[in-house]
């Protein structure tokens, strides 16, 4: 099972701040990464999928990086509607796993 | 638009099984495989299995194989979990999610999520 450390569990941020949120992986996933962004009681969306694309309709700000092993979610300008807690998903291999979410709360 | 509405909150007790439902709409139903997904309170989430809706082939994480399992009715465009011989760790919210892609040889994660289902386990 492939293990995804997530960091850090929990981010305070100003509007306008750029956060970065890591995802670190036990063996090689290629690009086979999603990102995903839950708010309080909605269902989680698709905001990155494969590492770097974001989907259609996901705010220009929202942008994933990386291959491999290290993958990262960096939110630019970072508006009040961000807050949410936000989590990694691999699909390289069964059985998928996730990261451990990270909460974002804006001040 | 593509939805997956699953059924309501259920609570059991210890030993007792439950079936959650998911129905799908907005898409041809048997294109896409549908994972379930649960989240413990104070755990992460963890994936259970996906299912294939067109031949019910399923698959299964090694945590869950052989106490849970996901089968589809073509005709009712839904997809069922059912958790059997359940236990005090079982209470958790359980998702069901479209795959991102129409791939059944492997998965490209989870698109469209359905709203969770809480279920309880208690004596």
């Known amino acids: 099972e492939t293990t995804l450390t997530q960091s850090p569990p929990f981010m305070s941020a100003t509007p306008g701040d750029s956060v970065t949120i890591s995802c670190r992986a036990g063996?090689?996933?290629?690009?086979?990464v999603n990102w995903y962004q839950q708010k309080t009681g909605e269902a989680p969306v698709l905001i990155v999928r494969d590492a770097t694309t974001r989907v259609p309709g996901i705010p220009p700000r929202f942008s994933g990086s990386g291959y491999g092993g290290d993958f990262t979610l960096t939110i630019y300008n970072i508006e009040s509607a961000d807050a949410a807690y936000y989590f990694c998903?691999?699909?390289?291999?069964?059985?998928?796993?996730f990261g451990q979410g990270t909460k974002v709360e804006i001040k | 638009q593509v939805q997956v509405v699953q059924s309501g909150a259920e609570v059991k007790k210890p030993g007792a099984s439950v079936k959650v439902s998911c129905k799908a709409s907005g898409y041809d139903f048997t294109d896409y495989a549908i994972h379930w997904v649960r989240r413990a309170p104070g755990q992460w989430l963890e994936w259970m299995g996906w299912?294939?809706?067109?031949?019910?082939?399923?698959k299964f994480s090694p945590k869950f194989q052989g106490r849970v399992s996901i089968t589809s009715d073509t005709s009712a465009s839904a997809v069922f979990l059912e958790v059997h011989s359940l236990r005090s760790e079982d209470t958790a919210l359980y998702f069901c999610?479209?795959?991102?892609?129409?791939?059944?040889?492997?998965?490209?994660?989870?698109?469209?999520w359905g709203q969770g289902t809480s279920v309880t386990v208690s004596s």
């Open positions: 299912i294939n809706p067109d031949n019910g082939k399923t």
């Open positions: 999610a479209r795959d991102a892609h129409n791939s059944f040889v492997q998965s490209y994660g989870m698109g469209v």
């Open positions: 063996r090689d996933l290629d690009d086979d």
């Open positions: 998903l691999q699909h390289d291999n069964f059985p998928l796993t």
